[in-house]
């Protein structure tokens, strides 16, 4: 019989308390739409809205960046560079659909991919950089291997130490390579040094050669939205425009590509092991047909080269897909769950290192907390009298700076790079990990994903605990067994299903990264202003 309930006839509704739904009940935001289950609150992300309600619209300020002085703005010009760089690697240099400032339709290509003016295009940057060099010597590796295409552990080092020598030689090369001490060493040694007539033409020519390197000009790269997407300005308008800043573009690009080429090789050299490791799920599977699996002596080196190449001129979703067939180890197309993470966390570090390593070589290549950012600025910079120092600040004007000045400048400089870099290392140790919360990511696409292995079902089943010589010995030698639940495998294009919808940020590390890092400048730079508004309201309270 059904239990008795009284409802009020005016409203319909039942006078009982309601039953509480079994789980969470989830809202929709920018964070749960398409049924997520990661609604992120976050100190960062509730002092972001609080410094978003300090903007003044009525002033113009519609972003944080309206709030930072002026040599705070370096610092987020610098961000801003870096994931121009970051976005047109995520996508494999693929440029047609960006909205940035450099891209193939800024540009009319020739068949010999260059400009009319016989300048360099991106389209051709990928292929023909200096990436294209590695690519041959995997190509000239894989001729002089027997007609098996598997390699073992020695041959694997080998090749992987060649490779990293060889890209290390030719990023040394690279016109944006750091080479020797930055613009603040050279500047402070010329100075120390300006009676030395031997020393001068040396120095000046280390300047010139930082002055000229593409790093410098990171913070000019910026994201700019057409006015009329459908009426875009002509490709030779857009070409001359951009001619100036396209070189030194490029050059950055391919900078990076070789570092995080560099990187991927490095990690790589360390994953052996993960590679060649039979999962528990496959040796399981293996026990219940009475076969035992060992790990894997060789690793086919056409999978390897292709994992290679995705980091090398690849996107990001072609990174994944490239490790998803190396750690396939029995050419199913199938992984367990705990494979499915290892080829997730392997496509996310090599990029960390690099964007780490990128930063850290754009900071040192130019001062932070200095005269402003172009060169032309740089003349007369580190010309003085040794007990001065002259130089052309931004409105043109010389200023000469005595010792004082000048040591309380270095002091502000290196507090200044000290809280950037710490600040860098922050972000890309935590972002994955602890804001995107990765590994909850992961094991929800596993549960979600439509997976067609054992109908998406989980086989319990006996195995036999002993070996083939005591069941073969009679009743006394086997009989033995244990029960194991068999999780089904999941498929590149099943976790893909669900991996675009759920964990985009897979698609575009790179510039997750960036975001993160821009996020907390201002959050950092916010919670300086709040404490100077704090001290100017204590001092007048006083």
Wanted: hydrophobic residues 30%; contains cysteine.
């Amino acid at each position: 019989m059904a239990r008795n309930t009284s409802i009020n006839k005016n409203t319909g509704s039942s006078n009982d308390k309601p039953k509480k739904a079994n789980g969470p009940i989830i809202g929709v935001d920018s964070n749960t739409e398409g049924g997520g289950v990661w609604a992120q609150q976050s100190a960062k992300r509730d002092k972001l809205g609080e410094l978003k309600m300090e903007l003044k619209f009525d002033l113009g300020q519609r972003t944080l960046d309206d709030l930072a002085s002026e040599e705070e703005k370096y610092d987020l010009y610098l961000v801003d560079g870096v994931a121009c760089v970051m976005r047109m690697v995520d996508c494999g240099g693929i440029y047609g659909d960006l909205n940035l400032n450099l891209n193939t339709n800024t540009t009319v290509i020739d068949d010999d991919g260059e400009g009319e003016d016989g300048s360099r295009t991106l389209a051709s940057a990928s292929t023909s950089g200096p990436a294209g060099e590695i690519l041959r010597l995997m190509k000239e590796f894989e001729e002089s291997i027997p007609s098996s295409p598997d390699i073992t552990k020695e041959q694997f080092d080998a090749h992987l130490e060649n490779l990293i020598e060889r890209v290390s030689e030719i990023r040394s090369q690279h016109p944006a390579a750091v080479k020797g001490q930055g613009l603040e060493q050279i500047t402070r040694t010329t100075t120390n040094n300006s009676n030395d007539t031997n020393m001068k033409p040396q120095q000046q020519q280390q300047q010139k050669s930082i002055t000229d390197n593409p790093l410098v000009h990171i913070r000019d790269f910026l994201f700019y939205d057409q006015p009329n997407p459908d009426k875009p300005a002509p490709p030779k308008l857009r070409n001359e425009m951009m001619k100036p800043i396209s070189e030194p573009f490029i050059q950055c690009y391919e900078y990076f590509q070789l570092t995080l080429l560099q990187t991927a090789l490095e990690h790589l050299l360390t994953q052996w092991e993960d590679l060649t490791k039979i999962s528990s799920g496959d040796q399981d599977r293996a026990a219940t047909s009475g076969e035992t699996l060992s790990s894997s002596a060789s690793i086919n080196v056409l999978n390897l080269h292709s994992v290679l190449q995705a980091f090398a001129s690849g996107s990001c979703s072609d990174r994944v897909e490239a490790l998803w067939d190396l750690m396939d180890k029995d050419h199913d197309g199938l992984l367990d769950q705990e494979e499915m993470d290892k080829v997730a966390l392997m496509s996310v570090e090599p990029v960390q290192n690099a964007v780490k390593v990128f930063i850290e070589e754009s900071i040192d290549i130019w001062p932070l907390r200095k005269w402003g950012l172009p060169p032309p600025c740089l003349e007369g910079y580190g010309q003085g009298d040794g007990e001065g120092l002259e130089v052309l600040v931004g409105t043109g004007q010389k200023k000469k700076l005595g010792f004082y000045k000048r040591w309380k400048e270095r002091r502000h400089e290196k507090k200044a790079k000290q809280a950037l870099l710490k600040m860098v290392d922050r972000t890309i140790k935590n972002h994955f990990d602890v804001e995107v919360e990765t590994p909850h990511r992961l094991r929800c696409i596993y549960a979600w994903a439509e997976k067609a292995h054992q109908d998406g079902k989980t086989e319990s089943v006996l195995v036999d605990t002993t070996d083939n010589a005591s069941t073969n010995s009679g009743f006394l030698g086997g009989g033995r067994k244990r029960y194991v639940e068999l999780d089904p495998k999941i498929s590149y294009s099943e976790f893909r299903a669900v991996q675009s919808d759920h964990f985009s940020h897979l698609d575009r590390i790179g510039q997750e990264l960036c975001t993160s890092l821009k996020e907390d400048l201002w959050v950092h730079q916010g919670k300086g202003r709040q404490n100077q508004e704090l001290k100017r309201e204590a001092a007048a309270f006083l």
